[in-house]
């Protein structure tokens, strides 16, 4: 986790010095102190929240209609396996993926805050339209269900192995919240208007979607299905009323669009 939290930041660190050069970090954690964090954190509480619940599901598995569906499909994607290579995939679904999420809240901010905080509704939805099927429709990791595809992930090392079975119970796989709020950023990203940026977190969001076929965690089934609640999501946060929060920002002055 320390390995993962400093990588993650020099990430933070990397896309703010390329991507938001005109950065004012006291005014950012002065925002962060007065508005952010309840987006931020109510996005955190519900991820918590909707993990701690998938923790207690029904005892009926459905990797077996998964497999029936689309059989060892998802195997092609470790027709080839090297050690760097699953170092590389390891680094994008661990660094990659909380960096292009969180990232893309404070890149939006920076050019069209009512996205930003849309992009947070969306994220929202797109965890709590989740929760049921990790409870109803538990489906375990391809890594142990297919002969042919292997965990790599889990495999690492001992102790991402023992840190992975004490907090997860490997029957989440369906949707792929991985590939699901990855997407999700991805889509908002063209919205700041930034092409730079915007390819950069769609190349990332593939990359992730990758990951999580090579790495033996989750089936083509989980990814297509988190595609469309992503679109439903989308859909449900353009439609949410900001007009009373949007109407608070102008009155102090900062428009959505602002970037002070």
């Given amino acids: 986790m320390a390995y993962v939290a400093i990588a993650s930041l020099g990430a933070f660190a990397l896309g703010a010095y390329v991507f938001l050069p005109d950065l004012q970090l006291k005014r950012e954690v002065r925002e962060f102190l007065q508005t952010d964090w309840k987006y931020l954190g109510v996005a955190w509480v519900l991820t918590f929240g909707v993990n701690e619940l998938a923790k207690y599901h029904v005892d009926t598995a459905f990797t077996d209609t998964i497999y029936a569906m689309e059989g060892a499909t998802v195997g092609v994607f470790q027709t080839v ?20 999420v969180l990232f893309t809240y404070f890149k939006l901010k920076a050019h069209d805050r009512e996205q930003a905080y849309r992009y947070a509704a969306a994220y929202a939805c797109l965890v709590l339209l989740a929760a049921p099927f990790f409870v109803f429709v538990p ?13 790599l992930l889990y495999d690492l090392n001992s102790i991402v192995m023992a840190g992975t079975f004490a907090t997860d119970t490997l029957m989440k796989s369906f949707p792929s919240l991985h590939t699901g709020l ?32 090579y790495l033996g965690i989750h089936w083509l089934l989980d ?15 353009q439609r949410i009323p900001l007009s009373f929060r949007l109407g608070a920002l102008r009155r102090s002055g900062r428009g959505a669009g602002d970037r002070d």
Avoid: N, Q
């Fill in 223 to 237: 990814a297509a299905f988190a595609v469309v609640l992503v679109l439903i999501a989308h859909e449900i946060s």
């Fill in 139 to 151: 489906v375990k990791v391809t890594g142990y269900s297919l002969v042919s595809v292997r965990p």
């Fill in 81 to 100: 396996t090297a050690r760097p290579l699953t170092m590389l995939f390891v680094f994008v679904y661990l660094v990659g993926f909380p960096f292009v």
């Fill in 182 to 213: 990855s997407t999700l950023a991805a889509i908002f990203a063209w919205k700041t208007g930034d092409r730079l940026y915007a390819w950069t977190v769609t190349g990332a969001a593939a990359c992730i979607v990758v990951s999580t076929f």
